[in-house]
Structures are given as structure tokens and as C-alpha cells.
């Protein structure tokens, strides 16, 4: 018969700098709600081992790591309901990245389309890190036997290929022992659009500032990158079907829904017929009501690095009871010697 796994929830987050809104949409909010609601152990990281697999300057990396720790909070995350670490204080996850790294295919890690994206045609050039980095995922994963993962839709396909991998290992050692893992991706607003061009993701990687609103903006420039989204001339549908191919007027509603708690449907229902002269308005303010008093909370806890360095050495102990069992369990499995 297969095992039950106990339920339990684990994402993560790349401390790599300049937090966006499809951040908080696309995962922070969700990882506030799956911890209130109970039922599961909630965990979450910063994988500051995965944000290496690009360069990033020491000092900075370290002050990206306390800020993205000070929002998790700010937003809601409860570090004695939730465990709240950084990747690399447990080194478990790199230990089954390892034998991951084993399991995996060459030919699979080629395929993801986040590799192809960052690798670009200079992938002759690319870490090696960058090329393992869902074998690392996969194990952030998998060494807390973690049965569900909330994440943005971009992040799907690397959930699929950490299946995969629990999957032929359960195969290659004739064990049931990892879980297969179910993707949380629901909601309005998986895939929050740049500003500018409702066909790209909104990515802190956009040369533009103006396509994305950063976590750390203040409520003027939350409204102004508001007003100034690319639109087009109609008014907003009246049902939700005529967002079809209005890629832009679709995203301003998705992230009205994503902030509102609501669902597309509620938004049109309520704003449908409106111009987008009405509209943003009303959007920016909804913006500004959620998002600055989350990032005053930030810059509080951010004066205080010790505080915050105490919380992940905590959520890092508590981490490690979890994982070294299942890592001891593997390396049996696998046949070494201990
Ligand atoms: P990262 O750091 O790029 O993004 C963190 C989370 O934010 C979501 N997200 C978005 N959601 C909606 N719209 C957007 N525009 C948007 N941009 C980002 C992402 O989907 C993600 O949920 N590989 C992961 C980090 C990771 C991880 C893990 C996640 C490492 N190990 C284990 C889950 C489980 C990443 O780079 O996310």
C-alpha cells in the first residue's frame, strides 16, 4: 500500500533583491494563507543558494537575505507558526541536491524553459548551478517530504521535473519513499504581466522600473507606475470573457482581484463599464491600502539584523529535525555507509 505523507507545505523565495507585486500575488499572500489556515506545517525559505547560481555581491546578498526574512514577517508569516530559514543554514538540501544531481537527466534540465531563458545563447558561459538548479528545488522539496508547494505559474514546470525526480528515484530503488508532490497554483493573479507589455511577466529583471511595482515602493510611485500602465482605449468588459485578448486590461483586474481577495468575476461585476480613468484610481489606491503598510513593517523589522539573524537560526534548528532523518533515510536507501 503507498504511504500517506503527512501534509506538509514548503516554498521558497530567491533573496536576490527588489521584491515585486507578482512576488507578494504569486506567493508571499498564498504562504500567509496556507499558514492561517492550519491543517499543514508550513514552511519557508530564502534560497540564497539557489540566487548564487548568478552572481551576486557578498555584502549585498546578505542584506537581501534580512529584507526578504523582514517582509516574509511583515506580510504575515508567523515564525513560531511557520519555519522561516535560509536555504543554506541547512545543509541538508544541498546534501540531496547531490545525490538529485544523480537521479536527474541531462536532458531534462535542457528542456526548462528558465534555464533556456537565463542561460540565453551564452549557455557555454552559464554556471553549472545554473543548469542543476531545479535538482536543488527538487531537494528544497523533497527532504521535508513536503506534499504541497505554492508557487506563481512560472514555477510550474520546475514543480513537474521535482516529480519526476521523486518519481524515478521511488523507481530506481523500488521504495515509495518521496512524495509526489502537488503543485498550489490558484487564483487570480498566478501570472502578474509587466506595466508596460501585458504579454511579460512582471520580473525584477525588467530594465524598465516602471513595468513592475517593487515591494519597497512608496505609495506615490505605486500610483503614478499605476496611472501610467499601458492600457488600451475601451472601457472594462462587462463580463469576464471580454478580457480576451486585452492582455493589459486582464492584468490590471487580476492584480485588483489578487489584492482585493476576490476573483476576476467580483471585479467585473463591480467595475465592468468603467473607464480605465476610473478604474486605476481606484486600483492604486487598493495598491497602496495593502501593500505600504507592509513595507513601514519591513523597515522596522530591518533596523533590528540581529533580531532577524536570531528568527533563522531558529527556523533553521527546527528545519534541521525535520530533514536529517529523511537524509539519513535517503543515503540508507541509496547504500551508503554511515
Ligand atoms: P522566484 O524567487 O523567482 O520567485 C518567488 C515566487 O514568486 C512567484 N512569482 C510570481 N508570481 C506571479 N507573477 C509574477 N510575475 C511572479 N514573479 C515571481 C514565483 O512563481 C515564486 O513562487 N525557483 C524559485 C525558488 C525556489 C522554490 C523552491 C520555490 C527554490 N526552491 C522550492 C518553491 C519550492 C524561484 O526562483 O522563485
Redesign the pocket.
Known sequence: MAPTFTPRV?????PSGGL?L??Y???IKRFVAMQDEGGAETLYCM?DL?AITVWQDPATLRRNTRELAAFYIAAGIDPERSILFNQSRVPEHAQLAWIFNCVARMGWMGRMTQWKDKAGKNSENASLGLFAYPAL?AA??LVYHATH?P?????KQ?LELTRDIAIKFNNDFGVEFFPVTEPVIGGP????MSLRDGTK???KSDPSDQSRINLSDDADTIAKKIRKAKTDPEPLPESPEGLKDRPEARNLVEIYAGLADTDVASVIAEHGGRNFGEFKPKLADLAVEKLAPMSAKMRELIADPDEIDRILGRGAERAREIATPILEQTYDIVGMIR
Do not use: C, P, W, Y
Not at 151 to 155: L, N, R
Open positions: 514548503f516554498s521558497g523565495i530567491q515585486t507578482g512576488n500575488l504569486g506567493a534560497v539557489h528545488m528544497d522539496i508547494v508557487v506563481g505559474e512560472d514555477q520546475h493573479a498566478m501570472r502578474v511577466k512582471m520580473s
